[in-house]
């Protein structure tokens, strides 16, 4: 190698003939893979860079260090630069990657477009600044400036766009990251917009003895967690699906964009959830990136309307299965319900009925003859159950109707077609309608008036 090579910065084009050669590199930082063990004794972890050279696809470097703590963190993908001395280039099943070794490369991250410190953030080793190096991270700053769609976000998809299997690609907003269990970790992530409707799966005689789950993993999300999320909007959980390979997941920032390259998702009890792979890769995104601030300002003024707390799906308006009482009130939706201040309150809710307990319409009223029948309800927010009890649910139903004329009113509140017949005891594929109802909250402790609380039903009519 000649001594300009090893002395300055090689263009990622250029340096990819230069396979088994020492390069050093300067780059705009695409994306990066979560830190893990590698199979030796290192830590791994991938990053990707582009500059003028080759702004496309980019660059795989893979670098290994000593310990987690040593790999690089990238503060912001939206244009920091790293450089990267002594790396070697190699090529795997003609794949031209770059491999940084722990014995005799360094790197160092700068912050990018919006900075005018030459000061890094962080370094590998010792880092001796020269006075080339200004000129390029001053040169890749304009150049990013002067092509803004080089980093691009317009390729990732919004929760609205949710689909099951690998390879969704997701630009959304990290609320929280949550160590469920020891080393067990779950994102909560949201963007604004609301996860499709799906079919409900189940059978209607196994909600006594298992019963749809309220959330789509296995734990409950604390009180003081759940008062802090989004009210409008699907929060989504994304938990790890590695085997038993460990992601640095605790590295990601809270309150950060982020898009996720090739996340899987998949439903469980026709709940949306979402894993991280070990093939997933994320960059951060800036606040003030155009995507982000579309999608902001679309959930600014969706929040701002009389009728944008409705699901996006219900639009332009519900079916015509239920009328209430208060037809003038606001919408909100569950999880503002749900997380209302006082426990006390009353709602205008737009929401599908998924469950149903008792299933049978003969065991809907007590052998004294009073109504008591437990909904499972559902908007793209939250899950809850909600009581029909006593006169309103004979207000609900309409008096006392023969069992046959009972049934026809669950099969539609239901989503159970006419053609099933009595396929209640087979495991069919519902989809509820969206209706209208009435919510009364009130504690399930009457000492308690800030916490926990129940729901019914109230002021609403199943019409038909």
Partial sequence: ????????????????????????????????????????????????????????????????????????????????????????????????????NKKFSSFALFDGKFSTSFLPYQCYLIYLAKEQDKKFILGLRKWLVDHPTALDSSNFQSLKDIREGGGFNLLCKILRVWEIRKDEWMLLVWDGTDTPPVAINSKLEDEMDNPLPLESVPVCLP????????????????????????????????????????????????????????????????????????????????????????????????????????????FVSLMRALANPRVVGK???????????????????????????????????????????????EHFFGGYPSFDVLKRKRNLLLGISESDGDSEMNETSRNPPWIICCLFSYPIDENDVWGSRNFRIFATILVG
């Fill in 1 to 100: 190698m000649s001594k300009r090579r090893r002395d300055e910065y090689t263009p990622i084009a250029e340096a990819m003939s230069l396979i088994n050669n020492k390069v050093n590199l300067i780059g705009l930082v695409l994306q990066t893979g979560f830190p893990k063990k590698s199979k030796g004794t290192d830590f791994f972890c991938l990053v990707k860079i582009i500059d003028e050279s080759y702004p496309n696809g980019g660059l795989s470097v893979n670098i290994f260090t000593e310990t987690m703590d040593k790999l690089p963190v990238v503060l912001s993908h939206g244009g920091d630069i790293i450089l990267l001395s002594q790396v070697v280039m190699k090529v795997h099943e003609s794949v031209v990657y770059a491999v940084f």
């Fill in 223 to 330: 009180r003081d967690i759940l008062c802090n999320l989004p009210r409008l909007g699907t929060v989504l959980s994304v938990t790890l699906d590695c085997g038993n390979e460990k992601l640095g997941v605790n590295v990601l920032g809270t309150d950060r964009w982020v898009k996720f390259d090739n996340l899987r998702c998949q439903l469980h009890a026709s709940l949306w959830n979402a894993s991280l792979l070990p093939i997933t890769r994320f960059c951060y995104v800036r606040d003030e990136d155009h995507i982000v601030l579309l999608r902001m300002r679309e959930h600014k003024e969706r929040s701002k309307s009389k009728w944008g707390w409705m699901p996006l799906s219900s639009l332009p308006w519900p079916t015509h299965v239920t009328v209430t009482d208060h037809p003038d009130v606001p």
């Fill in 347 to 393: 709602f205008h809710c737009v929401v599908r009925v998924v469950a149903s307990f008792p299933w049978s319409v003969e065991e809907y009223r007590s052998p004294s003859g009073i109504y008591r029948i437990r909904l499972t309800l559902e908007d793209p927010t939250a899950r809850i159950h909600a009581y029909l009890y006593a006169e309103d649910a």
